[in-house]
Every structure is written in structure tokens, then in C-alpha cells.
């Protein structure tokens, strides 16, 4: 018995130390950190805890049980996926409050089909929060679509993800070569990136197969332009998505996939009730 325990105590050491080694590639050079002023950056940082302090009170004064109610749950009606630039804050943009939309944000509102991230966005909004409209949200003097354009490299990561708007430039370039000014390129850019982006929500199968069991999910595409606040709507290229190619439909199992008509009077009749909302609201 001490003979057996004194074999596993030492190949218990070997196998730490072949720990120790293996994991010494990952360990990093300490080095000396230079003293730094940090007293502006505190400064900042106080200020924004101070103003969520404001917030809270300003919501407790219109309704002392603001907060309490939003902890029971949500039930948002949109998804929009944006961009991550701080200047496209949705809820402010919209006036609409916490609760009533669903935002998922990144580097220029890609929806990159392998993207784990927006996958699983789309699939809990769909399924659990059965959300309807899914909105893609652009906007001009985006910094992305700048440095696609420009060809500019940005890092390693960044210039593998915004290799998606360059496939979309790839498709447009006489028409960017075209537009003389050059604001104006980027702004058609943005556009035709989002129309790409919305391509790529009818082609996925989580919106597919929803449409499939009957759910009339609307898919909008927006550009914020900054330098006037208004969001203004972008055209898809083709009219519904019963347009797409045959080589993207899904075939679920257990499931009958819809006539392409079904889908596209589903679609239709669900904006036919949204404009009908909109017009009721602003004409009451």
C-alpha cells in the first residue's frame, strides 16, 4: 500500500509539473506601470454613476413603482439590432422605454450568419419573447463602413469583421464610383449594407422556420443619419422574401413549409395593420 501511494504522489508530480510548463506560455511579463494622473477619468466615471442616481429619482417621481413593475418581466414588440456607436443610443431615438425594444449592437449592425452572438439574439427574441419586427439599424459617418470603403486597416479582428461590408461594396462599386461626393459613398454604403444585413435575417433559419409555422415576422431596415437624427427607411432590394433564391429555403422537419403566397399576404397584412396603428395614433 505505501508502495502504490508513493507511485501516485509522483505521478502526481509529474503531472503538475507538466502543468507548470504548459501553462507558462500563457503567464505575462510583469512590468512596471508607469504613475498616471487618473483623477480625470474618476471624475467621469462619478459623474455617470451620479446621473443613473438622477434617472432613478426622476422615474420614482413620476411613478414610485416604476422599477418594481419592470422587474416582473418583458415583453418588447421590436428587435433592432445597431450599431455599437455611441452616438445611435435606439430607446432615445425612438422615445420608447425600457422594456419595448430588444437591443442587440456591434461594430456597424453586421448580421453575419455564423455570428454566435446575434444567433442567439434572434433565437430568444423569436421563440421566447415572440417578437414581430426585427429592425437593422444604419447610420451615416459610421466609422466601419469608412474604413471599408477607405480600405483602411483597423487591427486584425476588426478588419476580419468588416470584411461583410466589403463584400457589399464588392457588388456596388459602380455605383459608389459613380457618386461624386464623398460623404454621399459612405451614406450608400451604409444603405446597401443594411439592405445586405436584412438579406441575411430572411435567409437565416430561425426567421425561416418561423415564418414556416406561421409567424408573420417583419423585417425592416433603417439608417439613422446623424447629422439630422431622423431615421429614414431603407428599400430591400426585393420585394418580400418569398423572393429569395430557392437554394436558401429551408425544408424543417415535421414542419409544411407555407405557399410563397401565404407568407407574402401574411407579411402584407401585417404592415397593412401597422400603418393602420400608426395613422389611428396620429390622427385619434
Known sequence: MYFYNQNIMYYSFILFQQFINQTRIYQFQIIKIPKMDTSAQIKEYREVLEGNRTYVQSKLTQDPNYFVNLSKGQ???????????????????TQTQPGEIFIHRNIANCVIPTDLSVN????????????????????????????????????????????????????????????????????????????????????????????????????????????????????????????LAKQYNFKFQGIEAPQKKNIAQQLSDLQKEEIAKHVQQQHP
Open 75 to 93: 415583453a418588447p414588440k421590436f428587435l433592432l439590432i445597431g450599431c455599437s456607436d455611441s452616438r445611435c443610443p435606439p430607446n432615445e431615438l
Open 120 to 243: 442567439s439574439v434572434l433565437q430568444f427574441t423569436i421563440e421566447h419573447l415572440k417578437i414581430k419586427n426585427i429592425v437593422v439599424m444604419g447610420h451615416t459617418f459610421c466609422g466601419g463602413v469608412k474604413a471599408a470603403m477607405n480600405q483602411d486597416s483597423v487591427g486584425g479582428m476588426l478588419d476580419l469583421w468588416l470584411n461583410n461590408i466589403k463584400g457589399t461594396l464588392e457588388k456596388i462599386q459602380p455605383i459608389i464610383d459613380a457618386i461624386p461626393d464623398e460623404g454621399e459613398k459612405q451614406t450608400t454604403l451604409a444603405k446597401f449594407h443594411v439592405r445586405e444585413q436584412v438579406r441575411n435575417l430572411w435567409k437565416n433559419p430561425i426567421v425561416q422556420k418561423a415564418w414556416q409555422q406561421g409567424t408573420p415576422i417583419m423585417i425592416h431596415g433603417w439608417i439613422l443619419r446623424i447629422e439630422t437624427g431622423i431615421i429614414e427607411e431603407v428599400e430591400a432590394d426585393d420585394t418580400l422574401p418569398s423572393d
